[in-house]
């Protein structure tokens, strides 16, 4: 029987992307506000400079907006990254067998010297939703995943898990 589950999961707005936002519209009106004191002494193309402050502002503002999804196809788990819901980017595809350990992040050891981190959550790092992943990756080398699954996605990760890890990570979390 194949086993397939997706979540999608949307970054909270923190207060970086709120000041970033807040920025970009301030710095678009006051673009604005110069465009129309240029187009009072006769400047026609201030018209086509607001039009593109404003199409500009919507743009940047929109490309802050991040979900990640997550697709468990058969023990293989896929995480993309939507930006504004109109570019989707890879993060990473790796094998649930090739997990090394998994577990809430709040019970993770260290990150060691040399080891990529992906965070792919969608709530803050301290939060007790998200669990991590180490993993050998052949383009990344030795991986750190950060990221927040529901419980179906774990459930659909965890048949696949070596048999160390799944007995380790029943022992902790009592499945």
């Known amino acids: 029987m194949d086993i397939f589950t997706e979540q999608l999961v949307k970054r909270p707005a923190s207060g970086k992307t709120t000041a ?14 110069i465009s129309v004191y240029l187009m009072l002494l006769g400047f026609a193309i201030a018209l086509f400079i607001i039009l593109g402050a404003c199409y ?13 999804e997550y697709i468990v196809t058969n023990g293989e788990i896929d995480i993309d990254k939507i930006i504004a819901q109109r570019t989707r980017k890879r993060l990473l595809t790796a094998k649930a067998s090739s997990f090394e350990r998994f577990g809430k992040l709040a019970d993770a050891p260290a990150i060691e010297s040399g080891v990529t981190t992906i ?15 180490d993993l050998p990756h052949p383009a990344f080398g030795n991986v750190r995943l950060i990221f927040s699954p529901e419980e179906k996605v774990i459930e659909a990760l965890r048949p696949y898990f070596s048999r160390n890890l799944r007995v380790e990570y029943d022992r902790k979390y009592g499945n």
Request: hydrophobic share 50%; proline share 0%; with cysteine.
């Open 20 to 33: 970033l936002k807040a920025l970009i519209g301030v710095g678009a009106a006051i673009v604005c506000l």
């Open 56 to 68: 500009g502002a919507f743009f940047l503002m929109s490309n802050l907006d991040v979900e990640y």
């Open 119 to 133: 965070q792919a959550e969608g709530t803050s790092a301290n939060s007790s939703e998200a669990y991590y992943a």
